[in-house]
Every structure is written in C-alpha cells, then in structure tokens.
C-alpha cells in the first residue's frame, strides 16, 4: 500500500463548496434583516415620539399671569397617559422663546 494522501472527491469538493457559500448568504441575509427591522421600529418609535410632541404643543396657550406668558393646559392624567411608555421613561420640556421653564421635567 502506498501512503499516498486521499484527495476529496468531486462531490466532497462541491459539497464543501456549496456550503461554504450557503453559510456566508446565510449570516449576511440575517444581519441584513435585523438591520432592516431595526431601521423601521426605531423610525416608528421615532413617529410616537412626534405625535406625543405635538398633542402637547397643542395645549400650549398664551397666559400674560405666568411669568412666560404661555402655560400647559393638560391635567395630571392627561399628562400621564401621554407620557405613557411601558419600557422607557419619557420627559418633556417646554420653553418660551426667550427661554424661561413653562412646564416639564
């Protein structure tokens, strides 16, 4: 007998091959898909976010008693159920042009 190295066959070449290649399509497509999925919750998080900003931009009003001249006209729970977040905190801020505190955190 010779001690001659086996060389793969045709079919353990293509095999090997295939797979190689299935493998690395594979792990591309998944953080492909992660990234995609990730890009549009974050811009729909982000669209909450705005629709909050403006319910509350809305209920600015003009006060000449306040100290800034504007003032928040929500109530306690109002304000609450706006700020609702089951996994984060939100806070807010709101300013007059000339910068003194109206309402916020």
Excluded: C
């Excluded at 070449?13 to 399509?25: D, Y």
């Excluded at 792990?27 to 998080?45: C, D, E, L």
């Excluded at 100290?67 to 806070?91: H, K």
Aim: aromatic residues 10%; charged residues 15%.
């Amino acid at each position: 007998m010779s001690n001659a190295r086996k060389h793969p066959t045709l079919g353990q070449r293509l095999v090997l091959h295939m797979v190689a290649v299935l493998a690395a399509g594979w792990i591309v497509a998944s953080f492909g898909i992660v990234w995609v999925a990730a890009h549009f919750m974050q811009r729909a998080f982000d669209w909450v976010l705005v629709e909050d900003a403006l319910l509350v931009a809305e209920r600015v009003t003009a006060d000449p008693s306040s100290a800034s001249g504007l003032s928040l006209r929500l109530t306690a729970a109002e304000l609450r159920s706006v700020l609702f977040d089951t996994t984060e905190s939100i806070y807010f801020q709101i300013r007059s042009i000339n910068g003194q505190f109206v309402a916020g955190h």
